[in-house]
């Protein structure tokens, strides 16, 4: 399978008199942006507000980041999303590359949602800080779960989707400054000097543990929480097969925009055919009940035992109970006797004394550490919100509070705030881009 | 929490569905539950079958307290 | 310039070897044996010297500590180093005593130093510094000179780093590093597993620790004669939630009136918990926190009494240490009521 992503680096993001792109700039014609962002009809406010590397802006709540991306022979971007459910992971994808769509609530947050610093102190705790965000700030009518602390947020969430790939289409018939080549021969049948290093697959835990549907990560357009593991090529997951869910505390998210670019998978890639042989991608899940999480887990050794694996890398997308999914998972490839490494953040506590995975097991003997979930971060006011501040400490965003009798509330009067890292928008960047590691002191 | 209880000298049962997370905790006696979000009682089933299960895995709780063990066990339910 | 005070034992005061291991407290002025070393590279002066015999401290601790903070009583001082203690058990143990000791009552930092072997390492790494050190004093300079440049940091007001950096054991405490090198998550998997697929050497960034267990209760004669008390850390509480128990890294618990009432009604209690589906509990409260299950059994006669409170927090990113300040407040509650078992269940 070979996918070609045309890159087309984005200098600045403007509004103007039409949405184009031209030498690096992204220009957009706001008022009809917004008319295609109410195209549905469950988005009843929305507001476009463009946010640079530097700015002393804060962002919360952030729901969703999708890099802006098009197909120039027609195909949907995320299939089975977008549009029609066709095969992803071959042919070409345009990618608009430096900036990121994202989905913000106008008012109210959920659980899963997340800040972003775009300057100062708080831009190191995530990488979106980097970025130029096209944000769409939006209400909605979905009137069931405006108080509830767990929402799916699906309006606000499809929309980013599809505007990302609405300002993709601005490069659908031009040339990309640089392509970047992702191939592999099928598994079976590579050349003896590839099959001669030892073969690796990377296990991917993406967040499923929500029965109610709407809430976890999709696969194709599939609810993972009814989907058992099974076997994937990279591109699939680098060119839009997956998209993110609204359910995991936002540190150990991974947005849309963490699939599309997947650093684990592009450093398999590096080392393909160099040190490893990289055979695929082992999709598994996450789950509630221990039988399902064991289910899962002989699902993956399997699969690995019978590619061939030597080695696995495992990932998962969350802390707490998953970390029990991960444990069992590097436990049964270890069993089979594949080896493996884990990447992870950890949940090590305020005081970072605590146990940092809720199991543990001696056979998990590799493990990367990208965070610690329940770090406090002390950050001063910003000049400038998008969204809405107080959705931080009012709406059970997993990493504020509205009260506590030593802290105070999340969201002063002054406009600083102090929370965990648990609220920062994909913040422990477990899917590989995580320059933090965890220490003992 | 379990474990401050115990060192206490107050025998305790743990009903909880992630064995291996109890067993890292170091809980000494298990029973186990049948999810997370309901341990005692799947709501895709008849009240009557929610009733049968929750009043049988805590009549195993119950018992376990007597139990004298030497190191963690983890409790076989029926239903 | 700020002051420190430096304990040491009778050998290196120069007193003698075991033969005076008996020695008692003294206090001396100035720097004595390897504060001399110490002095030369510290940013405080070492104002006094603490003296004490191994056997001394060890066979009359309680005596021994009492002593040598009553002459600190009226000292002031800004740091406080013993040792290096080297391989020598007891010495390490001493030091490590008299450390924990100092930083309790004064409040001040408290460093010492020890080979990997000594005892005293796995009794007194999680309260102190303690430094890595060698077998014997023939390291006495390196060791030192590890100690010194720490403590000049906290002297200075400087920032600390982490245990490797600075050449400390672990104490358990972990907190988050952006590296130097920029290696991202993903590279450094991938270097992890190709070292360990190639039987290279490789390190861990989260080392499984070892795991602290608890002696079984004894456990309870005659259930029917046996008070019990049920907790959940389900998250389950009136639906007003009164205590205000956060949905996650909670910090605070509450105990609610089961006496009166047969089961947890849907309406009156929910879950505040943050990391599940609450539709089942809010529905059916007692699939968490099983209180008819519970007065069923009473009635039938099962066991003896049901303590007429449960309890309820929520377990999800709770710190141990707060986990186990509220088991300890609730245990308090429990003896005052003279129950004798609990059932406990989780989510």
Redesign the interface.
């Known amino acids: 399978m070979k996918l070609e992503i045309g890159n087309f680096l984005i200098k600045d993001v403007i509004f103007g008199e039409k949405t184009m792109f031209n030498n690096g700039i992204l220009t957009i014609n706001k008022e009809e942006a917004i008319a295609f962002i109410k195209e549905d009809e469950h988005i009843t406010d929305v507001d476009i507000v463009i946010a640079k590397p530097g700015e002393n802006t804060r962002i919360v709540p952030v729901k969703e980041a999708v890099e802006p991306r098009i197909r120039p022979d027609g195909r949907a971007v995320f299939p089975g999303v977008t549009g029609d459910i066709e095969m992803a992971g071959s042919g070409r994808v345009h990618a608009l590359k430096g900036c990121s769509v994202l989905g913000v609530g106008m008012h109210y947050g959920s659980?899963g949602d997340g800040l972003i610093d775009m300057g100062g102190e708080g831009a190191?705790y995530t990488l979106f800080s980097q970025l130029i965000n096209i944000c769409i700030v939006a209400d909605t009518d979905e009137e069931f779960e405006r108080f509830e602390?767990?929402k799916k947020n699906t309006a606000i969430r499809m929309a980013s989707h599809k505007f990302a790939e609405y300002l993709g289409a601005t490069v659908k018939d031009k040339e990309p400054e640089e392509v970047e080549v992702f191939e592999l021969d099928p598994v079976i049948k590579r050349t003896e000097e590839v099959n001669k290093l030892?073969s690796?697959v990377l296990v991917m835990q993406p967040q499923s543990?929500?029965?109610?549907l709407g809430y976890n990560d999709e696969v194709y357009g599939w609810d993972m929480n009814k989907y058992v593991p099974s076997f994937m090529n990279p591109n699939e997951v680098l060119d839009g097969a997956l998209i993110s869910g609204s359910f995991m505390?936002c540190s150990s998210k991974w947005s849309t925009y963490d699939f599309q670019n997947f650093?684990?998978i592009?450093?398999?890639y590096?080392?393909h055919g160099k040190?490893?042989n990289f055979l695929g991608v082992i999709m598994s899940n996450l789950n509630?009940a221990l039988e399902q999480k064991k289910r899962s887990a002989i699902f993956v050794a399997q699969m690995a035992k019978s590619l061939g694996a030597?080695?696995?890398?495992v990932?998962e997308e969350g802390y707490?109970?998953p970390d029990a999914d991960y444990i069992l998972c590097l436990a049964a490839l270890e069993d089979v006797g594949v080896?493996?490494?884990?990447?992870s953040n950890?949940?090590?506590?305020?005081?970072?004394?605590?146990?940092?995975?809720v199991t543990?097991?001696?056979k998990?003997?590799?493990?990367?550490?990208?965070?610690?979930?329940?770090?406090l971060i002390e950050l001063s006011p910003a000049d400038k919100v998008i969204g809405e501040l107080q959705a931080l400490a009012r709406d059970?965003l997993?990493g504020g509070?509205s009260?506590?009798e030593i802290l105070g509330p999340s969201v002063r009067e002054d406009g600083s705030i102090i929370m965990?890292?648990?609220a920062m928008f994909c913040g422990d960047?477990?899917?590989?881009?995580?320059?933090?590691?965890?220490?003992?002191? | 929490?379990?474990?401050?209880?115990?060192?206490?000298?107050?025998?305790?049962?743990?009903?909880?569905?992630l064995i291996p997370v109890?067993t890292?905790v170091?809980a000494?006696?298990i029973v186990p539950?049948i999810s997370?979000?309901?341990?005692?009682?799947?709501?895709g089933t008849s009240w009557e079958t929610?009733?049968k299960l929750?009043?049988h895995r805590?009549?195993v709780?119950?018992?376990a307290?007597?139990?004298?063990?030497?190191?963690q066990k983890v409790y076989k339910v029926k239903i | 310039m700020k002051k420190a005070i430096h304990y040491i034992n009778q050998f290196f005061a120069g007193i003698g070897g075991e033969d005076t291991a008996d020695y008692k407290p003294e206090i001396r002025e100035g720097a004595i044996g390897p504060a001399l070393a110490l002095s030369s590279m510290l940013n405080a002066e070492i104002t006094h010297t603490v003296i004490c015999g191994d056997n001394y401290m060890g066979s009359n601790t309680d005596e021994a500590i009492k002593e040598i903070l009553s002459f600190l009583e009226d000292k002031e001082f800004d740091i406080f180093i013993a040792g290096p203690a080297f391989q020598a058990g007891r010495y390490g143990v001493a030091c490590g005593n008299i450390c924990k000791a100092v930083k309790e009552r004064f409040n001040v930092p408290v460093l010492t130093s020890m080979n990997e072997e000594n005892p005293g390492v796995e009794m007194f790494k999680k309260d102190m510094y303690v430094f890595k050190g060698g077998k014997s004093a023939a390291k006495l300079k390196d060791d030192v000179k590890v100690i010194a440049s720490f403590a000049n940091k906290i002297l200075n007001g400087e920032k600390?780093g982490?245990?490797?950096?600075e050449g400390f054991f672990?104490?358990?405490?972990?907190?988050?590093?952006?590296?130097e090198s920029?290696?991202?998550?993903?590279?450094?998997?991938?270097e992890?597993?190709?070292k360990?697929?190639?039987g290279l050497p490789?390190e861990?960034?989260?080392p499984?620790?070892k795991?602290?267990?608890?002696?079984?209760?004894?456990?309870?004669?005659d259930?029917s004669k046996?008070k019990?008390a049920i907790?959940t850390?389900?998250g389950i509480v009136p639906v007003n939630n009164p205590d205000?128990i956060?949905?996650?890294?909670a910090?605070r618990w509450g105990r609610y009136d089961i006496s009166n009432v047969d089961k947890l009604e849907s309406g009156v209690y929910k879950t505040i918990h943050?990391?599940?589906?609450?539709?089942?509990?809010d529905?059916?409260p007692?699939?968490?926190m099983?209180v008819?299950?519970?007065k069923?059994?009473l009635k039938e006669g099962?066991?003896g009494a049901l303590h007429d409170y449960f309890y309820s927090?929520v377990?999800?990113?709770?710190?141990?240490?707060?986990?186990?300040r509220?088991?300890?407040e609730?245990?308090i509650k429990?003896?005052e009521d003279k129950?004798?078992?609990?059932?406990?269940?989780?989510?």
């Open positions: 659980f190191k602390q767990q030892p690796v543990q929500m029965e109610a505390p650093p684990t592009k450093e398999l590096k080392e040190s490893i509630v030597d080695g696995a890398i990932t707490g109970n080896k493996t490494v884990g990447i950890e949940c090590t506590g305020r005081d970072g004394a605590s146990q940092p995975l543990l097991d001696v998990a003997n590799a493990l990367v550490s990208t965070g610690n979930v329940s770090q059970g997993s509070w009260y506590d965990e890292n648990n960047m477990i899917a590989g881009w995580s320059p933090k590691t965890m220490k003992e002191f | 929490m379990v474990k401050e209880i115990e060192r206490a000298g107050i025998p305790v049962v743990l009903l909880c569905n109890a890292t170091g000494n006696k539950t997370i979000p309901y341990p005692l009682g799947d709501p929610q009733w929750r009043y805590v009549g709780a119950l018992d307290l007597t139990d004298d063990i030497e190191e | 600390t982490s245990a490797d950096k672990p104490r358990g405490i972990r907190a988050q590093v952006w590296l920029g290696k991202t998550g993903a590279e450094r998997g991938v992890m597993l190709i360990k697929l190639n490789f861990s960034e989260l499984i620790p795991q602290d267990r608890v002696p079984v209760a004894t456990p309870i004669a259930l046996a019990i907790m850390t389900g205000r956060q949905s996650a890294s910090t943050a990391g599940f589906d609450p539709a089942a509990a529905a059916d007692n699939v968490i099983p008819d299950a519970m069923t059994y099962k066991f927090t377990g999800t990113g709770t710190t141990q240490a707060e986990a186990m509220m088991a300890k609730i245990i429990l003896e129950v004798d078992a609990v059932i406990m269940t989780s989510t």
